[in-house]
């Protein structure tokens, strides 16, 4: 089957499965309940809530790793770069997790430590994402449900598409929020990117591909999906990275290729082992060093000098 034929939500919840169902990942990836963090730097990005949500927003450790679902309201979250070593650059951090939760920890508040150790302003966005049951054993039910339902219509053709309109407009909203403190937070609106992780990826896609509302500088899309799109003239620089043994990998080129037709810069690092959802990285895995590269690739550009 041409995975380009796919649609989006098989594939993200091929990804909840991979990760949370796989019997190699069934012992370490057993979901634990825990209470929700203050989050007290968290701004409300005000862009409402979710049709038919009737559970709270509620949390659960996977792996060790944070994790938010049946998130209602939309939150920007700064980790702002100390004055001595700011460059001015800013990124907009989009964890993933299938747009049915988010792993804030591993893709969010991690990423925007070590960006922010680097001199440049991070902002984690926790986007509003699907509804899901209120137990986690309802939710380990219904995503099981749902991906076998998706899985046996091989085509999708009679399965709703992912609706993504309420994380495109919160991701809009961060980007308009920082642009509006820009001189209070020392942000160079020159210099505002966005990366993204596995759906967050998506997301970042999406966002970087909406030239005619947002202008980004540049765009980081981790172990995201490989396909073709169409890439407007005016669309950001583009750094990409995935693992061969990635699932969404699968070969592909097709993301790459189209920014190189568009004629915008385009950096693309495949590694020989990572799988998904690496985040930062995974011990003894070639993908560990992404963030080096990324980081580089950020200073080659002179996307890193120092505010004057």
């Not at 309940?33 to 701004?43: F, G, T």
């Not at 990005?45 to 709270?56: D, F, I, M, P, Y």
């Not at 053709?157 to 609706?163: I, V």
């Not at 396909?227 to 790459?256: E, M």
Request: hydrophobic share 45%; glycine share 8%; with cysteine.
């Amino acid at each position: 089957m041409n995975i380009k034929n796919i649609r989006l939500h098989t594939i993200l919840f091929f990804i909840f499965v991979l990760t949370c169902f796989s019997p190699s990942f069934a012992q370490d990836g057993k979901m634990y309940p825990m209470e929700a963090p203050a989050e007290s730097n968290a701004i409300p990005l005000n862009t409402g809530g979710v049709k038919n949500q009737s559970e709270k927003e509620t949390w659960f450790k996977q792996w060790g790793d944070p994790m938010a679902r049946n998130i209602s309201h939309a939150t920007l979250t700064p980790f702002l770069a100390d004055p001595k070593i700011a460059t001015g650059t800013s990124v907009i951090v989009a964890p993933g997790g299938a747009f049915m939760w988010l792993s804030m920890g591993n893709e969010g508040w991690e990423v925007a430590k070590a960006l922010q150790e680097r001199g440049i302003n991070a902002f984690v966005l926790k986007y509003r994402v699907q509804p899901t049951k209120g137990s986690l054993e309802g939710f380990a039910k219904q995503m099981q449900e749902r991906f076998a339902a998706a899985e046996s219509d091989s085509s999708a053709t009679n399965s709703p598409q992912w609706d993504i309109s309420n994380p495109q407009e919160d991701a809009a909203a961060a980007y308009a929020l920082i642009n509006r403190r820009a001189k209070e937070w020392h942000v160079d609106k020159s210099k505002l990117g966005m990366i993204g992780f596995s759906a967050g990826a998506e997301l970042t896609l999406q966002t970087a591909l909406a030239t005619d509302k947002i202008d980004l500088a540049f765009a980081g899309l981790i172990y995201g999906m490989m396909r073709k799109v169409d890439v407007p003239k005016s669309a950001p620089p583009l750094f990409a990275a995935i693992a061969t043994d990635d699932f969404l990998f699968n070969g592909q080129f097709g993301l790459i290729q189209s920014w190189y037709n568009a004629g915008i810069p385009v950096e693309f690092h495949l590694y020989q082992n990572g799988g998904h959802g690496f985040g930062l990285g995974n011990p003894d895995r070639t993908s560990n060093t992404w963030f080096d590269a990324f980081i580089h690739w950020l200073e080659v550009n002179k996307l890193t000098t120092p505010v004057r």
